[in-house]
């Protein structure tokens, strides 16, 4: 997980790390590289853009939405009747839940979100963060999250890293528990560590 510089630069690195994987790796929602037998690593790149997934009504569903359909990852996300919605019909954390769901859809060993629960309101990015915490747990898969929320970053993070003019300023371990709260002293004193390198007081 990343404390971020300014977007453009967040931005490039994640779709970096994405044209990457669709050049020689298998990316989600990408094609293969390569005829071998060598495993590949499967990348999802989430993006708010993602709820575009939501069924046009009358539109025939490509390869891509009949996975994301007939499958049990809108139900583990909490959208199993709301898959033939309109994008206009859903609220801020169900787009979101929508974005996430198809990032999942093809079952990525690493996921890749950038702010993703920025634009939601106190309540509903909880629950958001409580859905990531489950999802990595019950999946597996890595996450590279990009935040601006340091209580997020060390609520989700294992490892953090601080980018500053494009490179990295810090790396900090996060030695935290599963279930840890920001009312764990420890969890204190890492915001507090965090808060002081990014210049704000405490």
């Known amino acids: 997980m990343r404390t971020p510089p300014p977007r453009r630069a967040r931005t490039t690195v994640l779709t970096a790390l994405a044209l990457v994987a669709a050049a020689g790796l298998t990316a989600c929602g990408g094609s293969a590289s390569g005829d071998d037998d060598t495993p590949r690593l499967r990348i999802g790149y989430q993006r708010f853009g993602g709820l575009s997934l939501v069924k046009a009504r009358g539109e025939a569903p490509d390869a891509e939405w009949s996975l994301f359909e007939s499958g049990p990852v809108l139900t583990e996300v909490g959208l199993a009747d709301r898959h033939r919605a309109w994008p206009a019909e859903l609220s ?57 929320d340091v209580e997020e970053a060390l609520l989700l993070a294992d490892r953090l890293l601080l980018l500053e003019s494009g490179v990295i300023a810090e790396e900090l371990s996060v030695p935290l528990g599963p279930t840890r709260t920001p009312d764990d002293l420890a969890f204190g004193a890492l915001r507090r560590r965090l808060l002081d390198r990014l210049g704000v007081p405490t």
């Open 92 to 148: 801020g954390g169900q787009a979101q839940r929508v974005a996430v769901a198809r990032a999942l859809v093809r079952e990525p060993d690493v996921l890749l979100l950038d702010e993703p629960f920025g634009a939601l309101d106190a309540l509903t990015r909880l629950r958001m963060q409580a859905l990531l915490r489950r999802l990595r747990a019950e999946h597996g898969f890595a996450a590279l999250l990009v935040t601006h």
